[in-house]
């Protein structure tokens, strides 16, 4: 059987696209708009809050500006969509082989005990520059390269508040690739092998 | 043409060994001892001199003790030995394929621009305890635990010094393998794919 797939991605390095792929080449469920769509199923907040609050720290998110011992005495909305979220990635990741990107999925699986291969991807700033404004243009007219610091670092500081540990600790991956240098291809190529070659001795 | 592999490694994590596999199945040079040899020729200082002090800031050195301000007005033995093994390990990638274990090879070949496949090689400390105590016994009476620990703090405390960056940091490494969790053979086997496919475009 094919492992859980988790990919952690830095912004604009192609984690996204390459999971597709993977899940797409092996036959196995993608989960994303999914996840999102069951979340608010689960926590009943809308689609669009679970997608701008679901995996970064927004500035416009104030919860994250309260200390972790006040947090403690209440819910935020924020906390009720982690655990909603994390409710949904756990029930997908228990119904079978699956590709999940970022979220904490890492985390969240390997806390609950969950096999699940996982996988890091990342690429130097040029080349996320360059694929930011071919996938998105500049729609923003904010700088691209503030931009992607500007998600990275708001991701970061999500995964830190919820799992208390550093994102894109090497001690955290199975595999660690940068997309950049070796190219989508070949990120798709070598997560593929490693989960056929996982399934093999799992068989 | 392959392309020369630094392989950076925990120690117990069986990156060498999984270098030397490497470099055996795509028949090139596997640099180890011959990188002690020749930079003891190139230094003047002792071969086990260089074993001790060529990779790790140990306890006895104390030349890691100095302020940097102060290394900058002479050139210790430290210093000596780092530049001698750079000089090496450049006149060795220069002259083809190979693979490279530790001592900074993947800073002193980025820094000097020259093509290079950078790996990251880890595991966790059950494995490696596992490894070390098979490979080496208890040796030294020293728990083994401590004596990862320790031998892993030099290895970085060296790399840190003379790069000026965070050892293990994820953005500087293609590929990152935890050996422990894919086991030895599929980390051979994923580098040699992965060298294979360089040699292929490069053709």
């Given at each position: 059987?094919?492992?859980?797939?988790?990919?952690?991605?830095?912004?604009?390095?192609?984690?996204?696209?390459?999971?597709?792929?993977?899940?797409?080449?092996?036959?196995?469920?993608?989960?994303?708009?999914?996840?999102?769509?069951?979340?608010?199923?689960?926590?009943?907040?809308?689609?669009?809050?679970?997608?701008?609050?679901?995996?970064?720290?927004?500035?416009?998110?104030?919860?994250?500006?309260?200390?972790?011992?006040?947090?403690?005495?209440?819910?935020?909305?924020?906390?009720?969509?982690?655990?909603?979220?994390?409710?949904?990635?756990?029930?997908?990741?228990?119904?079978?082989?699956?590709?999940?990107?970022?979220?904490?999925?890492?985390?969240?699986?390997?806390?609950?005990?969950?096999?699940?291969?996982?996988?890091?991807?990342?690429?130097?700033?040029?080349?996320?520059?360059?694929?930011?404004?071919?996938?998105?243009?500049?729609?923003?007219?904010?700088?691209?390269?503030?931009?992607?610091?500007?998600?990275?670092?708001?991701?970061?500081?999500?995964?830190?508040?919820?799992?208390?540990?550093?994102?894109?600790?090497?001690?955290?991956?199975?595999?660690?690739?940068?997309?950049?240098?070796?190219?989508?291809?070949?990120?798709?190529?070598?997560?593929?092998?490693l989960?056929s070659k996982i399934?093999k001795e799992?068989?």
């Amino acid at each position: 059987m094919y492992p859980v797939i988790s990919i952690s991605r830095e912004f604009g390095s192609g984690g996204h696209s390459i999971g597709e792929k993977v899940a797409k080449e092996l036959d196995i469920p993608f989960l994303d708009g999914e996840i999102v769509t069951k979340t608010a199923e689960e926590s009943g907040y809308a689609k669009e809050l679970i997608e701008e609050q679901g995996e970064t720290a927004s500035a416009a998110n104030k919860w994250f500006d309260i200390s972790a011992a006040s947090a403690m005495y209440f819910q935020s909305p924020q906390d009720e969509i982690f655990l909603a979220q994390r409710k949904v990635i756990l029930d997908a990741a228990k119904k079978g082989p699956c590709v999940i990107v970022g979220r904490c999925s890492d985390y969240i699986l390997r806390n609950a005990e969950i096999p699940c291969l996982n996988i890091l991807i990342h690429a130097d700033m040029p080349h996320r520059i360059t694929r930011v404004l071919e996938r998105y243009g500049d729609i923003t007219n904010v700088d691209v390269r503030k931009r992607i610091q500007k998600k990275d670092k708001q991701r970061r500081t999500y995964y830190r508040y919820y799992t208390d540990q550093q994102w894109g600790a090497y001690q955290n991956y199975d595999l660690a690739l940068d997309s950049g240098m070796l190219g989508e291809d070949t990120c798709v190529h070598l997560i593929c092998e490693l989960a056929s070659k996982i399934d093999k001795e799992n068989s």
